[in-house]
Structure formats: structure tokens, C-alpha cells
């Protein structure tokens, strides 16, 4: 079986906070503003949102009373999200008057491809399942899917890491919508990891340090699960 690096194929981050009683009156002045900044050709407003969109690159921006976040479903440089998801937050926070935010999350995908899915799920079965488990599906059946969730909810920040193998369809249906199905390699191995704040309270300016760390980090784990799991390295 080949198996590819890890690449970075997706990458979610969000901020949640009180609702901003500015949000009615600012968002006219924000959307010609943001779409004058950054290339979105596609966009909307609604009671609770803004909501801009880049179809060619798999960008969606999405600006409220209550969250903003950032989703791109093409990752062409790691700087480019980066700085795109810095501009949306910074200006959402002025904009808005938000002091506080209460929730801040970065989720990230990876796929590494590979040639072979009966022996990726071979792979799978015996890494990722303990020796009962095996025994207990050689009686059930055949298996048709496997995967692995791990959660650490102990403490700010929490994560939650999922690996498992997939195929393009599984992840253009459920995960990633927008993304491009030629981009997508039809059989992989997937690696999905969200970090989350929720239960601490950061000022404006530490939150706005505190989304980008996580991404960084995430990045780094993403890279050393990746080496330890299966031997390959990621690509950002």
C-alpha cells in the first residue's frame, strides 16, 4: 500500500460572543467594505448574518450578531487563511463592538491519499481497533467502515481528533461541500482535528491572538500525529 503525505485539505475558524446590538446598523457600511478588501464575488445579509463567498476558492466568510468564521475548502497557502480569517475577526470585532468572546474554534482537515482502500482498511483494523474488538467484528460480519474518535475535554482548550479511512464522495457529502472533486483524492486516509475554547472568557485583543495560536497549533499536532500514526509527514 502507498500512502501519501497528509495534505491540508480544509480549514474552519470561529468566534462566538454576546450579541452585538451594533450588528443592524454597521452591516450595510461592513459588506461594501469587507468585499472591496477581499475578492467575494457572492454574497448576502440576513437578520443574524453576512455571509460572502469565493466559489473558485472554496472560500466562505460568514460575519453576525453573534459568531463570525472563517471556511476554506482549497487550501492554496496557509498565510493566505491567515490572513483572510484575521481581517473578517478584526474588523467583526470592531465593527460590532465585541469586548468579550466566549467560544473560539479551528478545525482542520487532511487527507492522505492512497492506492489501495481494501488494504488501507486492513491498516486501519488492526491499528486503530484493540485486539477484542477485532474478535467481536469477525463475528458480527464483515466490516464496511471504520474510524477512531478521540476527545480530550478535560480542560481549555478541548480537542477532539478523528482518523480513519474515506473515500472522496464520504467527504464532498458531508464535510467539505465546496471543495473541488478533482482536488480530492479518491480514497485516503483521514485526519480531522478541532480545537475548541469554550468555557474561558478572552478580552477582544486576546482572542484575536488566541484563533491564529490555535491554528498554528493545530497545524503542529496535525503534523505529529501524522509522523507518529502512520510514518508520513503532512503538508501545509
Known amino acids: 500500500m502507498e500512502l501519501q503525505d497528509f495534505a491540508l485539505r480544509g480549514v474552519t475558524c470561529q468566534l462566538s460572543y454576546p450579541l452585538s446590538t451594533r450588528y443592524p446598523d454597521v452591516r450595510g457600511r461592513f459588506l461594501e467594505e469587507l468585499t472591496a478588501e477581499i475578492d467575494l464575488p457572492e454574497w448576502g445579509w440576513g437578520d443574524e448574518y453576512l455571509n460572502f463567498t469565493n466559489k473558485d476558492r472554496g472560500l466562505t466568510l ?10 476554506f475548502e482549497s487550501i492554496v497557502d496557509v498565510e493566505d487563511v ?44 488492526e491499528s486503530l481497533l484493540s485486539a477484542p474488538l477485532r474478535s467481536a467484528s469477525e463475528r458480527i460480519g464483515v466490516l464496511s467502515d471504520l474510524g477512531s474518535t478521540l476527545e480530550f475535554m478535560g480542560a481549555d482548550p478541548k480537542h477532539r481528533l478523528q482518523i ?4 472522496r464522495e464520504q467527504l464532498l457529502g458531508q464535510i467539505l461541500r465546496g471543495a473541488e472533486v478533482d482536488e480530492v483524492p479518491e480514497s485516503f486516509l483521514y485526519l480531522d482535528l478541532d480545537r475548541i475554547y469554550n468555557e474561558t472568557v478572552f478580552v477582544r485583543d486576546d482572542a484575536l491572538k488566541r484563533w491564529e495560536e490555535s491554528l498554528r497549533r493545530n497545524l503542529d499536532l496535525a503534523e505529529r500525529f501524522a509522523a507518529e500514526l502512520t510514518g508520513m509527514q503532512s503538508v501545509r
Open 82 to 125: 491567515v490572513a483572510t480569517t484575521a481581517r473578517l475577526f478584526e474588523k467583526a470585532v470592531d465593527e460590532f463592538n465585541v469586548q468579550e468572546v466566549g467560544y473560539i474554534g479551528v478545525r482542520t482537515f487532511w487527507t492522505a491519499a492512497v492506492d489501495d482502500f481494501d488494504r488501507l482498511q486492513e491498516w486501519a483494523r
Open 62 to 71: 460568514i460575519a453576525g450578531g453573534r459568531e463570525s468564521r472563517s471556511q
Open 164 to 167: 480513519g479511512p474515506m473515500k
